[in-house]
Every structure is written in C-alpha cells, then in structure tokens.
C-alpha cells in the first residue's frame, strides 16, 4: 500500500475529488482473458449509490461507470474481456452542487480532514471534503467488482463474500438470527431481519435530533481456500486491517475474536483441530471452533475469514459544534448539506470490494511465488 | 508493506527463523549523520529480552545486536553515524534447544502457523515456530531504536512514545490511575500499579491452570506534529493498523475510540476545537476531547496518536488440546517448551517500535513530498 | 518502476490503448501549491503532437489534455494549484479510424509486439498495437510537464533540459554545430541546423523506398545540484536508462561516454577535478571532462547530466515483409495506415519527459532521506 | 527497483560496505521446496572472487558464504531446501587492509563516487569506496546463483544463460570465434580463445603503463520461452537496463541491435517471421534474424535474448590525476591499493548474476498475473 494504490499484483490506484469533474481508478495487474462489461461493475456501484434510500445521502449521482482501457471486444470469446493492461475506470461526478459547502471553506468541521489537510498541504479542495470525501468509495467498490472476477476465474466460483451492519450505535443485531441471504431486503444491509426492523425508528430519531450514529460492519469470505497471504508484513491479516482502516470513518479493525481476544485464556482461544472430509480435501483439518477468523501466522486456514470493523458516526450533523476558522477565530458550525445520518450503511459495499481486492492480490501472489 | 518489507522511505526488511544461525534486519532508507551506537539498539532490545522475569519465556538469549553495515566511525563528528546506505543488524540466536521441538514436527499446534505455513509453503521449519516465531520481533525492536533517533532528530526531541498493557484477560486497568512513568516498574509493563501487582496472582494460576492469558496494549505517541500521513491507502492510521496487526497474536486494532466508535452518536463523538495557544502555535487549534485518536482523515491533527491492539492467549499451553498430525491422523498435542504464559507483555515494546518505524516513515515521506 | 507505474515519491501510472476511448495518466505524490493549468501541460503535449509535419504521423489527434483530479482553484493563491493528492490527466482518442488496422487482426507485425502480446495474454488489442503502441507516449509527456513545474519549484527553474535528434540512420550531426536552442526551428528537434537541412531528402527518400529510419537522441539535463541518486539500484543512471528504454522502439541506452567508455583507457577516461568557482558554490568542484555524464556512483555530481538512446527504425513499412498468422500459416505483410517515417522525431519530447519525471523523482526522494 | 533493493516478486536487497565486517542479501520472495545447498551459491561466487588471475584484484577474499535464514534441512526431500521465507546470506570481509585506503580519507578520487556520496549525504565510508566498491556485486552474484535455480526449477533446466568479454579497450573479439563454451579457459571470460590470447600482453601493458581498459560484456540468454516481461515500465529490457546499469562502472546497455538501431532502415531491421517447427512448439514463430535482441514490446519472444553492457576502465590507477580535497584546496592522487586493471573482467558474472535475477523476477510475475 503506498498513498493512494493499494495491492502489489493487483495494484488499484484511486483518483478523484468529490466536487471534481470525475472520479474513478486504475487497476494494474489484471489477469486477461476474463469476461468484464460494464453492467457487472456497475451492478457493484448500485450497491452504493446515493439515494436508495432515507437513511443515506440524497445526493443524485447516477455513478455511472466507464470502462475508458484494458477491455476488448475479443472477437474469438465473443465479448469484452481483460487484456491484462491497466483498466481505467471512470465515473463523473454529476449533481456536484459545490454552492452548498461553500460556507464550510473558512471553517475546519469536527471530525473531518479539514484542519488535517490544510495542515499537510497547506491547500485543500473544500467541496465536500474534496479527496478525503467518502465519495471515493465508489472508485473503490467498482476495483471490487473487477476484483470479484478475478476471484470467480481462480476459484471457480467457490469464494464468496457476505457483509452487513451487524451494530447501530449501541444496537447489537442477535447473532443467533443472523441469515446473510437477507442483507439485500432492508437499508441498513442488516442481516437480522429483526433488528433492521428496529433500527428504522431508531435512526430516524438520531437525524431529528441532529445527531448521526456509529456502526459495526463484519464481512465474511467463505470458500477461501488455506495458503493465502504471507510472513510477515504481507499478512492477510496485516493487509486486511489496512484494507478496511483506510476506508472513511474507520477506527478499529478486528479479525475472528478481535479485541475480546484480549480477555481469553488459551485453553478457550484454542482452535482444535480433527481430521478432514478426505472425500472433498484430501488432509485438510477440520477446525472445531474459528476464534482465529480464518487466519494463522497472516495466512489463510480454509475456515472462514471474518473481518469487523467499526464506523464513526458521521461527523456532518445538524446540532452546532464548536471549531475554528483557517485564520483561528473561534466559531460554531452546522454542517448542513445532503448526509448519511449512519456511513456505516453506505461502507458495507465498501468493506466487501476491500476484502475482495485484498483476496485478488494475495491470490495473484501466492500463484506468483508458490505456482 | 510487502511481504517482509515494511515502510516507505524509512523501510524495515527482516529475516531468519527462531531456531536458524541467527535473526536480523535490513533498514534502508535512514537519514544519514545520526549518531548511532550499538548500545542504543541495545538498550531498546533489552526491553523484550526474554528471561527478564518469570511472566516470559525463560529461553536464554543475550540477545546482541551487531550492526554490520550502514555506520561509519566519521572523524569528524567524533563518533559512530549512519552513512545514509543500508543498515544491516544481526542477532545470533544461541539457546536454540532445537530438540525442545523436535516432537512436533508432525503435529499441527492449534493456534500457531504450522498447518498453514505447510498448506502455503510445502514444508515448514517446524522449530520454535521458524519464521512465524515471535522471536522475529527482535528485529523489528532494533528496527524501532533506530527509527526512535529518526524521530529524534527530525523533531528535537518532541515526539515521545509511551505503551503499555491496559488489561490482561478479563482484567483491565483503572484509567485513573495510569502513570506511563511506572511502566517500567513491573514485569507487565502495566501503567496502573494496582493493576500490576493484582496481575501476578493471576497470571500465575493461570499458567499453573495449564494455560494462557490474552492481553490488551496501548501505544500513545505524544508531540507528533499536524501533517504525517496522506490519504487514501497511506493513511496513518491504515499503516499503523497494518504495522500492529502484522505483530505475531494481534487480533484486532483500534485508533482513539476505536471499536467503542461504532456505539456513539454524533454528537458525543465530535472532537470540538477551540483556538490554540497562540504563543505556542500559531493557529494550531485546541481539541477539547481525542475521540479521534490523533488522525483525522489519515492525517496526524497534532493531538496524542493512541492505538491499541489486542493479544490473543499464548497458543502453546500445558493443557492438550486435539489437532491431527502432517499425515490427517487424530491426535492430541500438549505444546511444552519455554513458553511466555502472556505474549501480551512482550508485544509491549514491540508495539513502541512499530510506532516509531511508522511515524519514522511517514515523517520522512512527508518531508519528500511537502517540504 | 513497476508494470504501468514509475517512480517512486512522484508515481506515473499511464494507462490507455491507441484506439480505445481515451489515455491518461495519474501521478501520485505530486508536491502541493504548485501552479498547474491545463495549457501548461497543452503545449507540452503540442510538441508530439501527431501530423505538425509531413515527417510524422498523419493521424489527426488534437490530444487535449483533461485535468479530472488533484488541481484546486485556490482561492488565496489565485489560480488553479496542485492540492498533493492525485492528479488524474485524460486525453480523449478522436481520430481513430479503426477499420485501417482491421486486416492486422490476424497477422504478427515484425518487429512490433503483437506476436510477444498474443504469447503473454492470450488476447491482444489489435488496433493500432492496442497498449504497445507510441500514442502511451502523449501520456508520458503530460506527466513531464507536470515534472518540470516540480523541478521549476524546487530548484528554482536552475534545472534546463535540452534534447535533440543527433543521428538519423547513419547521419550524425556535426558536433561542432550544435546548438540546442534550435531544436525547434526544424521538424527533427535537430540541434544541428545544417544537419537537419540534410536530413529532409534523406527521410523522403527512405519513406519513398517503403523504408523508414533509426535516430539517436540526446538528452541533457543542466543546473542539476549534486547529490541526486542513491545506491545500488536506485542509481539515477540506472533509472534513467529505465525510463529510456522504457519508450517504445528504443534499443539502447548510454550515459556519458557510454559505449565508447568499453573502448578508452583509465588515464583518458578520468574526469579531472579542480576547485570550484567559490563565489558561486563553495567547496563543488569544477570537472574538467565529462565522460561521466554528470553521474558518479548513481549520484548526480553537479555536472549536465548527459543520456542518449537509440531509436530503432519505424517497423511499420510499405516494403512487404515475410511473417505468420496468429494459426502458424505463412504469409506476407505490409504495414499501412499512417506512420511516422522515424519514430525517432517524436521520442525527443518523450526522453524530455522522462528525464524530467526522473529528475522529479529523486530530487522528492533525496529531501525525504537527506532533508 | 528502489534504492538497495531490486525485483518485485523475486526481491533482493543488498547490504554492505566493501571494508565493514560483511556484506550480503536477502532475497525475499523465493518460491519453496527448491534445493539449495552452500556450494550452490559458492560455486558462482567463486566466478568473481578475487585474486583468482594476475588481471583481477589480489586483495585475499575467500568470499565464503552462509545463509542465515530461508533455507530448512527437510526430512522429507532429505535435503536443504528452501522454505519460501526471507533468505540472507552473508559474506564476511576478512582482507579489510584498511591502512592502504587512510590517505583517500580527504582527496576526491576522479572517477569515484568520493564526491558525490559526500554531497548526498555529509558523510561518506571512504575505506575501498565504501558502499560503492564493487564488492557490493558479491552479492548480486550470490543472489544469482538463487535465481538461477528458481529459472531451473521454472523451467526445467531450459533456461541457459552465457556471458562474456567480448570487446577489451578497442580491442573486439572476431564474433566468427565466437565459443561461449571456452568463456572459462581464459582469465578474461572471453568467448573467442584467439583474442583472450592477443588481450594478455594488452592488459600486462595497461597495467605498466599505470593505465587501465574498459571493457563489453555480453549476456545471452537462452530458451527463455515467449510472454515474460510487461508493459509499459516492466518491461523486460526496461529492468534488464536497469539491471545492468546499476552494476558499478557501467555506462551503456544494449538490448539485441543495441546503438546500431540508430543506423538502420527499417527493411534491414525487420525480424521476418516463418512458421516454427510444430513439432516442438505449436504455434510458436520462428525468426529469421534477431536485431530485437529476443525482447518485442517489452516481452520475449522465445528468441535468445541479447544484451551488451559497456563498463568503463577502472578508475584507481597508478598514473597521478589531479583532484581536490574535502576542503577544496587542489591536489593530485595516484590510487595505490589492489585494483582490477580492468573491471569488466569480474563484470561477466555479475552480469549473469542480474540477468538471472531479471529473468526469475519476470517469470514469478508472470506466473503470478497469467498463471
């Protein structure tokens, strides 16, 4: 990960500001000869959108995504297909609306890169948080989709990936109704019916009374076979931590038990292990517990790989904060503007193209080093 | 980060296996003119020595750390300085014991790297654990020493590192009593003494229950300036996500409020900002509360950066536990050895090296590319 | 360098095929605040720009430039500015009359890379050499310029570079004659007028014959300090004859005496020291030869930085040649469309840019590592 | 390529000074389960070893190497065998003599690195050069000699790599005589037996007239199949330009026609393609000519690839070369010591040292992006 590419052989570059005239991203190190059209990417950007529902930001972007290079229309396969060359993706931003931050370019909003930037920069494109904006999610989410095929190619279908808002502010969902087939049916991407159910009104209270709520996103790779990942800084573990980290309003990462392996003894943290189905995999153990998530010694086990990682509440509310202006005035601001009152809805798109990027690259390594 | 390269501009390759001739790194990239000593490393690598007191693996290393290249007796500074060209640190390994491993060879200990080192590699030195032993956290301590006289000599002096373990199993400090001064003052490197003495009982019995206990550190970085990091993959908190979550057992990783962030509002959760002193700082503002922990869109606002990260219990205990064997036969494994009955405490300063190795970087980076 | 992307602090990653829709690049690391409007890259772009005379490409590319990211209308400095994140450079395909490269489909130019392409990717772009064809170049250039602004501001616009065709065929220019600021007065960037006269009946002529020419290039970089570069393969001439050998058709790479060093003896080789000129620059000596080209070491020694590299002659020719069909079957071929006659003219311009890309690079890296 | 390191799945960082306690590698990415024994790397470093002839540095260096890491005793292949993890070998200096090098403690040393090592970075190890004698290709060649049986394993022992002198001063080799198998009868590597004789008394009279040679050296590469390489910067000739250029003293690289490209019309040029013999290779073409040097668009083409480097005469010699001191005062120096009267002789194996490395590198990536 370097700045703004992340992946080594299946290196995405991101580019683009919210307000700018496009955003979008250069993948580097595809594998050619897939079959790639643009309404698999952009099945992948609806997932994400704005405006699919009350609970996230009305902003009208239609997030149409184009293929701008590495795709050609192979007349032997009969379809576009990766030529391995670097696909540029291209999305332009459309209902910019730049007039409504304009009262925000004097004033560094809490919780946002404003004072950050400015700081390291000494410039910053204030529309909408410009670069920092969680806008560039989307360049992100359409790398996935590629990224998903990959994926596909590799393993013949066998990997798949489950993620949802498993905790809305203090609202945990009941694990024991958890049923990932039912994220898609409600707008928090809950995968319990129930508790989706609930958070509506809960939700809906936050935004009256000016306030956002914080979220926990778990994704889940099933069918990961063991292998991937490597010593000692290109761990799974490692490079999945910083995969989701880097997404907007990250703050903590967990793999399987995560924090609350903290409060475990051995004897309960231990993974036992007994003999495998030798019909499907040979001598594959099979695992009586995943406290581990998947992964040992930054490489992958066969089990599930489970990943949480936990969302800020949106800084942007309509309750007065105190801050400052560039020029150290003391003030209050009101960030108005078209928000998410919970990001972390909009981030469990997000999380699954992260995880698929980061199981891609390693893939593509682990051919490379280990054939 | 790459496979066994961490870093940047500051970069950190390391190598060897618990049980070879001999473990080390290779930094590349360090600032040249800093007087560099080998007691400096020394010093830094003392501090995760193993047999300093009975909560650590009584393995006898002296642990001496050679520096084979990179410095340079200069005449006219009077002293050793690094020359600007690749430093490479050696430490031999000398109580190796390899037959204390010999009888696991063919059996896979739950918890560890073996089955997944042999699914990735095809074969696995299997002693101590290889390249998958904590043991290769030496290097990144002298790494870290290293990167400490970075941070030195970048900012005079300001940037002060502090760690600690904030709880051990179920058993947390009290945040009132934190002193960092009286870490060093126990064998847990605990900044709550009450805490500390409370400890010894229970990590006593829980070795002498056959098993293991988990561990919870904290890592405060104090003086770093507004600047360091850069979106949107080399992000500081994505860096120093990766760079704790690549240390052997960690599970999980937290920025400022970290996994608690998805449980506020947003309201609580904003870090309001009030005009800076001014004799100090010009227009550095004043936060009122750290919620962020020190980084605000990947980018160090000049608050206390504060990271911490979870331990899972040792994996090797005295209690069998069910594994199979390399051939996919059933079978129990008791791991004896000399094992440390808490990874937690070692992973202390091993979490203060992979901070500065970070801040090192990033301050580096940032000096290339701003100025 | 890596796959699609060079440098390191200041990251070129190009993307794009000659008939696609568009080409671009995205440079990553760019220092903020620096001035940069799109006509400072046009005119760039207008020096290999195609059909400007009768000796390259007919092609009608307007290749205008797109600035999609990374530039701010700052409202305190005045105009538009580089804000440090990425900056995303499209140029829109226009003239790309697809149907002349139709009947390529199924043939292996020689001497061009679509046997190599099919051999690696099972799937190639056919039109007009899809990715391996010059058109990448233009985006080469873009970046360049964007080089140059960062030279211009951090060296204070003492850093000139200068290039030119010094040879067509077998046609070299006379030493003695060269004048570097009259490149652009002739439509060979010739730095010898008389020369150039030469050269128009001699191109006319091999393009009559169905044939086409090789060239060499020089490029001279003045004013750039000493101490650019790093050991061992970080080198500047290393990553210069990178960046050189990088472009399309170029077969070799020289710096200072180059070759011809195999040929001289150590006494005649020897670059002489002598005091500097103290008012102007302390202790740097003065060098009374340059067989060096201004790199001792792989570091820069305050001298002009001197690179020549070969071009080889344009492979696509009206002479039919003998090749085979992508199912093995023997056949001829004769390479239509619109072809520059020496291909050599336009890479002046590109060897411009990467020495200025280059430059940029390691003057970033050098005030990261050295302050 | 960046700084000390080089490769991107088949990494090597080297490290050392030529007169600290040892130089070495870690070679970082290297596929497990090959045999790799001491002797393996041994015997190539036994190639460019000192004091082997009257024409090469008598300095006394047994260049013996360990590894200390990456490299297992598998009970089951019964045998060292690699493990996949990071591989350091080291070699120790033991002929340091560092009384003959005190008095170039204050003179600039024309030709040498002296002046600009200082400039970068204030401080510079002046005992032989320091970090950029070419001791340093001890290690290029060790890590070789891994490369070498990574291509081996790769592919089946198809891969045959020749190099040697075949140019001394102005002195060429008659490329009739050409017998790569006698490279090893003379002290000179090079593969026309008449010409090694005639250079003898040539260089015996260099070397009394207190003058040194340049020298070329040539590197082919046999039965490299088509597909390695990459656009548009990993490029296969890109990185072996960079390859090659990166080894100390070298000032020129050609790939296949080399400079003489320059010279040529494309008629002359062109490579004709005729259908191969479809008994070994299906479809694979068959070249009438080889100007391309093996290498098309960057990527082979499964002819021997073809490069030539040209290494200037050795910069110590005995003749007295005027210069200036640290302090700037003028001087002259005449470079006592033990110096190759032509480095390009123990230039050959390094050069197929990094050839090999190049080749190993591209072909994981390969492996890696197209499986």
Redesign the interface.
């Known amino acids: ?6 992946g ?2 299946f ?1 995405v ?5 919210s307000h ?5 991203c ?1 993948i ?6 897939m079959r790639l059209t643009p309404e698999m990417i952009q099945s992948a950007l609806d997932t994400r959108k704005p405006g699919t529902s009350k609970y996230v930001t009305q902003r009208k972007e239609p997030d149409e995504v ?1 293929i ?3 795709v ?1 229309e ?4 009969g379809g576009p ?1 990766t ?6 993706l ?1 999305i332009e931003n459309v209902d910019q609306r730049s007039k409504d931050y304009s009262d925000i ?1 004097d004033k ?1 909003r ?4 404003d ?3 400015e ?7 204030y529309r909408g948080g ?3 904006s969680a806008r ?1 999610t989307a360049s992100r989410v359409a790398a996935g989709a590629v990224a998903a095929r990959v994926l596909d190619r590799l393993f013949d279908g066998a990997v798949k990936i489950r993620a949802g808002m498993v ?4 609202h945990k969902v009941d694990r024991q109704r958890i049923d990932w087939d039912s994220v898609g049916d409600n707008p928090f991407w809950c995968p319990d019916p129930v508790a989706a159910q609930e958070w509506e009104a809960i939700l809906d209270q ?1 935004r009256k ?8 996103i778990e994704v889940v790779a099933q069918g990961v076979p ?10 799974l ?6 995969a ?3 997404i907007n309003a990250v ?26 189905n ?1 019909a499907d995999n ?4 099979r695992f ?1 517990s995943n ?3 998947g ?8 089990q599930d790989i489970v990943v ?1 990682f ?8 309509l ?1 007065p ?4 202006t ?5 003030t209050e601001i009101v960030t108005k503007g078209r928000h998410d009152p919970c990001v ?1 809805i909009r981030a469990v798109p997000v999380g699954i193209a992260m995880m698929a990027c980061t199981l891609a690259d390693h893939a ?8």
Not at 83 to 88: E, L
Request: aromatic share 4%; hydrophobic share 30%.
């Open positions: 990960m370097s700045d703004n590419t992340f080594k052989l290196r570059t991101t580019w683009g500001e700018g005239p496009a955003i979008g250069v580097d190190g595809c594998p050619p000869g184009r701008l290079s590495g050609f192979d007349d032997r396969t297909v030529t391995g060359t670097p696909i540029c291209m370019r560094y809490p919780g946002h890169a004072y950050t930037y700081a390291k920069y000494g410039v910053r494109d410009g670069r920092s560039e905790q809305m502010g203090p936050a009374d000016g306030s956002s709520m914080g979220a926990m063991p292998g991937l990942g490597a010593p000692v800084y290109g761990k573990d490692t490079e999945l931590a910083a989701m980290m880097s703050k903590g990462v967990e793999i399987g038990e995560g924090m609350n392996a903290a409060a475990l003894s051995g004897i309960d943290n231990a993974d036992e292990m007994r003999a495998g030798r040979a001598n594959r153990p009586l406290h581990a998530g992964i040992l010694g930054g490489i992958s086990s066969g949480r936990a969302v800020k509440p949106t800084s942007s509310i309750t904060r105190q801050t400052v560039r020029t150290g005035e003391e972390g593509l390594r682990h051919r490379g080093q280990c054939g």
